[in-house]
């Protein structure tokens, strides 16, 4: 019996992360192939730009999460106007009546496209920023103990026991913040 035995699943890992699917943002950077001064992995924090603002013409008829980059824009298609008819049956104006309002909201709505494409990439930047730093941390924090590895290559041997899906070859790296960079 180890004492400390193999570890056989990467899923028993205490952090692991995919370089392959990193996102591909500017302030992502894998370099795989680079010589020895040159960093595997940069990452910097992103600039996390805002939804543009909705003009005051329609912002009324959106429904909330329009300034989430994940979703889409929803409208309201007919509000009430606080009038009755002869009938005494509410009043509805629908959204399409203003030729105006429906040309501000298609222009802004291209605007918000462009946007959110930015904005989900900058966001998975910031998620891989942010567990590179909790990484950081971790290490800092358990001094020594733990270390840091890259692996290349990857066996999936299934077996009745569990098997071993982890990779082949592991090499010891370090992680470094520089605060001077944003």
Avoid at 89 to 100: S, V
Avoid at 106 to 135: H, S
Avoid at 147 to 172: C, M, T, Y
């Amino acid at each position: 019996q180890q004492k400390y035995p193999a570890i056989r699943q990467i899923s028993e890992q205490p952090f692991s992360m995919q370089l392959s699917s990193l996102p591909d943002h500017e302030t992502v950077r894998y370099t795989p192939e680079g010589d020895y001064d040159t960093p595997l992995l940069e990452a910097r924090r992103p600039r996390l730009i805002p939804c543009p603002k909705p003009k005051a013409e329609f912002i009324s008829w959106m429904n909330t999460g329009w300034d989430i980059a994940s979703r889409d824009v929803l409208l309201i298609e007919k509000k009430p106007t606080g009038h009755s008819d002869e009938n005494g049956d509410e009043i509805y104006e629908e959204f399409t009546k203003d030729e105006e309002r429906v040309r501000l909201f298609e222009e802004w709505k291209a605007r918000r496209v462009v946007w959110a494409e930015e904005r989900v990439r900058a966001e998975a930047a910031q998620r891989v920023f942010e567990l590179l730093y909790e990484q950081l941390a971790c290490l800092e924090k358990e001094g020594g103990q733990v270390e840091l590895a890259v692996g290349d290559g990857f066996l999936n041997w299934r077996v009745q026991s569990g098997g071993i899906a982890h990779p082949l070859l592991s090499k010891r790296v370090e992680l470094l913040f520089d605060e001077k960079i944003p």
